[in-house]
């Protein structure tokens, strides 16, 4: 069965058609957004509210703490697992997003790497905090010379996930990659939406202003408070980076707003760059008032197929 999946770039309005559509086919959404995965972090994400929730299944959101780790394999294995369970259940998955990383290792699989190992992961965190991060790439040059060369030396994901490939097999992750293909659970039935650049750049502008007036500078300000370092990963994401920046004194408040709002706009020029490279993927005017009609009757079609 091939999975409805709605892409494009960011505040074009993805959710808001998903749910529509949702609603129409009993459906259930599994987000492919690497920020909405994270707990505490819920104006600045754009996450669906707590009553949107109650009103349409949504999986994978909400369920990271924000010191957690977590990657694109381990997202296309767990949302495999809800797509199968929302079948089980005789409801239409819908997945729904724009992170390209997560899509890519969901439908597009490059590497059969093996799985992440809590215990092994656990080991290689305390090393971490024990040695610091310059240890731990000069520890993967030894063993991996060829990936550390690919990455740079403060990655710390990527350093930790080739040295973790290495403890669970004992060959290097570079030696590995490329070698297997992995062939995707489901096939993706992809819906991409899009607006002429400057009502999209517009939207993303006043999304953002909107998040001000949501409370983003409080949100912000009370994670720092309770002791989270703004160094997270999650933490330094657009929005979040900026505002803490703010907070700590080293921006003033209209140049924190302005820079993410343009990194918003580049990170949506990116996003239609990466998914304009996806196969067979339909495009749809985000504006047209038919929009949700015509989608359902893509896949009503995709199915007969």
């Known amino acids: 069965m ?27 959404i599994v987000s492919a ?5 994270y707990k505490h972090l819920n104006i600045g994400t754009a996450k669906p509210s707590k009553a949107q929730r109650r009103k349409i299944p949504f999986h994978l959101i909400d369920f990271i703490e924000l010191e ?3 990657s694109c ?50 080991k290689l965190r305390k090393m971490l905090q024990r040695h610091g991060i310059e240890y731990m790439y ?15 030396s403060r990655d710390k994901q990527r350093i930790l996930r080739g040295m973790e490939v290495f403890e669970l097999t004992g060959k290097p992750i570079s030696a590995m990659m490329g070698k297997k293909k992995t062939r995707a ?17 517009s939207r993303i502008n006043t999304r953002f202003e909107q998040m001000l007036s949501n409370g983003l500078v409080k949100e912000t300000e009370a994670l720092l408070k309770e002791g989270f370092d703004p160094g997270l ?13 703010y907070l700590q004194g ?41 929009l949700v009609n015509k989608i359902i009757s893509s896949l009503k079609q995709e199915t007969m197929n």
């Open 2 to 28: 091939a999975i409805l999946t709605i892409i494009g770039p960011t505040a074009v309005g993805k959710t808001d058609v998903a749910m529509l559509i949702a609603e129409k086919i009993s459906g259930e």
């Open 33 to 37: 957004d690497s920020r909405q995965i």
């Open 68 to 70: 957690e780790e977590y």
């Open 73 to 122: 394999g381990q997202f296309a294995r767990d949302a495999e697992e809800k797509i199968d369970k929302i079948l089980t259940r005789k409801k239409i998955p819908i997945v729904c997003g724009g992170t390209g990383l997560y899509i890519r290792a969901l439908f597009h699989p490059l590497d059969n790497l093996p799985r992440s190992s809590a215990r092994t992961k656990e």
């Open 138 to 152: 000069r520890k993967l040059q030894r063993i991996d010379p060829l990936w550390a060369g690919r990455i740079k």
């Open 185 to 201: 659970k489901f096939p993706p039935h992809y819906v991409g939406l899009r607006l002429q650049r400057d009502a999209l750049y």
């Open 233 to 245: 990963s999650a933490l330094r994401t657009i929005g979040y980076k900026e505002i803490t920046a």
């Open 250 to 290: 080293t921006m003033s408040f209209d140049e924190a707003v302005e820079r993410a709002k343009r990194r918003t706009r580049n990170y949506a020029k990116r996003q239609m760059t990466w998914f304009s490279k996806l196969p067979s993927v339909v495009w749809y005017d985000a504006t047209d008032p038919e």
